[in-house]
């Protein structure tokens, strides 16, 4: 399943990052989001998901947490 099914307060574990886009796949790894690293949902906005990964938040864009698949 994606970041965009995930439960508001639930710990997932990211298992892949499914894109083809080199750019987005850096952003991500930058941010500490790649597989393996623990993410929570912290709060979801009109088309924002506020995500907590290694003790720090993220207001990231739905298209971008469709490629994060827990």
């Given at each position: 399943?994606?970041?965009n ?48 990964i ?13 490629a994060?698949?827990?």
């Amino acid at each position: 399943m994606t970041l965009n099914d995930a439960v508001e307060g639930k710990e997932y574990v990211v298992e892949e990052i499914a894109t083809n886009d080199d750019e987005m796949s850096a952003f991500l790894f930058s941010l500490g989001c790649y597989s393996g690293e623990p993410i929570t949902v912290v709060a979801r906005k009109k088309k924002n998901l506020v995500v907590s990964i290694k003790d720090a938040r993220y207001n990231i864009d739905i298209e971008l947490a469709k490629a994060i698949l827990i």
